[in-house]
């Protein structure tokens, strides 16, 4: 989410003639995008800005912004703790930031905007005030120029109890379908291949027009027809919208990848229930059982959370029997951080003592990690289908010259590709043979076809 609204930041910045710069002592404004969605991602915003002191102080006229999901959750208090910082922008205001740059250079002091807190409104205030950003695209800003974020859905109303983002991110909205077909036509355009669809619960998606509800299945329908869209992804799933018609619309459309992440947290009902994550064990593997059947080949990933508010060690122990069960292509293990605003902090005691939360997160990402080696070795002698993406970070780092580099790619089922090819395949997809595996990489050769001998006929002119 944050990379997408980067992007778009950066393309509205530049429509107003500002250019990116890499070096933080060149540039005229500072931005900083922030997470809020655990502590340690806030403290490393706060350091990131205190280390910019000097700087601030020997250029005065530097303007330095905190934008996305902390600026709306600390809001003034950022200006309080970091004075210097000139502008702060929640995620549902970003489309302010050029108007709001202008009157810190025209010396009308710090700014501030933000959405309406989820208690201060009717629900169609607080809707309106976190407004979708999504007009403007630019390709340089993207992991590759092949790939590129549509969001479908702002917000979230689950209020799960750890979680910060219903209050940074406001009410669930799905957006307007014919925005959604427009954008992936102009990405189309823009020599895009891959797109994935992003929301925090992206199958709950929903959007009532006249007298059509759209699903995510319709989006897919309709993404899936558009020329030079070569595979389609989205993030992050719900289980308990995992339904029949999706998992059908994903089998029947060829350009839909069989790669579902749909975080579980726990493999404990009790902890479950303590999160209100709305669905119980059983019925997350009533939803394995239904993508197996419908999508045998599917490659399946998780997010889970150890140490949360009372987690006793049978509770994580159900937590390794569902990850055992279940098989994830990969899981991200995240220990529990107590977050200001959410009910867990009001109602829950973050009891796990940091080492136990610590002891848990190594003991399940080595659970994790074997089933990743164990299910990659099948790999071995296969050809694969991947979309190229580039030198692979390897070769970035070692400065690689010449055409013949690291190169690496993904299956569609998400798995991380890695060859000796030639920088001139990125954006292709081609097919690569796997001959070494690793838990997070396969590695392969691109596979040749023989061809015939091109015949190249030669005119010569006789001479006089
Ligand atoms: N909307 C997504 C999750 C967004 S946050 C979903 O529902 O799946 C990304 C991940 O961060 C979550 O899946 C969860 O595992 C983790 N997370 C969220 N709040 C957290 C907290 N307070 N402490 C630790 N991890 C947290
Ligand atoms: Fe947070 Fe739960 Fe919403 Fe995901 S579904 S964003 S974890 S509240």
């Not at 990379?3 to 931005?31: C, F, N, W």
């Not at 064990?281 to 419908?294: C, G, K, L, P, S």
């Not at 009372?310 to 107590?338: M, P």
């Not at 009891?351 to 790999?379: G, S, T, Y």
Request: net charge negative.
């Amino acid at each position: 989410m944050n990379v997408l609204d980067s992007e778009m930041v950066v393309a509205s910045l530049r429509k107003h003639g500002y250019r990116l710069t890499q070096d933080p002592g060149l540039a005229d404004t500072i931005l900083f995008n922030t997470c809020s969605v655990r502590e340690h991602a806030e403290e490393k915003s706060y350091n990131n800005l205190f280390h910019l002191k000097q700087l601030k102080l020997k250029h005065p006229d530097k303007i330095i912004g905190v934008i996305g999901c902390m600026a709306q959750k600390d809001q003034k208090a950022i200006f309080d703790r970091v004075p210097f910082v000139d502008l702060v922008v929640g995620p549902g205001q970003l489309h302010q930031i050029p108007s709001l740059l202008e009157k810190v250079a025209d010396g009308q002091g710090q700014q501030l905007a933000v959405s309406m807190n989820r208690r201060d409104g009717t629900q169609e205030e607080i809707r309106r005030s976190h407004e979708t950003f999504d007009p403007l695209r630019d390709p340089e800003m993207r992991p590759t120029p092949y790939q590129a974020y549509i969001r479908i859905q702002i917000g979230c109303d689950k209020f799960c109890t750890y979680c910060i983002v219903p209050m940074t991110r406001g009410p669930e909205q799905g957006r307007l379908p014919s925005q959604i077909l427009t954008e992936a036509r102009l990405l189309a355009d823009q020599g895009c291949k891959e797109i994935t669809l992003l929301g925090q619960t992206v199958n709950s998606y929903r959007f009532t027009e006249d007298t059509r509800t759209w699903r995510l299945a319709d989006l897919l329908v309709d993404l899936n027809a558009i020329d030079g869209i070569e595979r389609i992804k989205f993030v992050t799933n719900y289980p308990k919208d995992m339904t029949r018609e999706l998992l059908e619309a994903i089998r029947d459309l060829p350009k839909c990848s069989p790669y579902l992440h749909v975080p579980a947290q726990s493999g404990s009902d009790t902890v479950l229930k303590r999160m209100k994550r709305g669905y119980t064990t059983a019925d997350y593997y009533a939803m394995m059982d239904r993508i197996h059947e419908i999508l045998p080949n599917a490659a399946i990933a998780s997010d889970f959370i150890v140490g949360f508010c009372g987690e006793t060690d049978e509770e994580f122990q159900d937590t390794i029997t569902l990850v055992e069960r279940c098989r994830f292509k990969n899981s991200f293990i995240f220990q529990y951080s107590v977050r200001a605003g959410t009910k867990g902090a009001e109602l829950l005691e973050d009891d796990i003592p940091e080492e136990v939360k610590k002891r848990r997160n190594h003991e399940l990402l080595e659970v994790q990690n074997r089933i990743c080696l164990e299910d990659n070795l099948p790999f071995l002698g296969r050809s694969v289908e991947v979309l190229v993406e580039g030198p692979s970070k390897l070769s970035l780092r070692q400065k690689e010259e010449g055409p013949i580099v690291q190169m690496t790619g993904r299956t569609s089922c998400d798995r991380i590709v890695v060859w000796q090819g030639n920088t001139r395949q990125a954006g292709e997809i081609l097919q690569v043979t796997i001959d070494d595996v690793t838990g997070f990489t396969l590695f392969g050769t691109v596979d040749t076809f023989e061809t015939t001998p091109e015949l190249i006929p030669l005119t010569i002119a006789k001479s006089k």
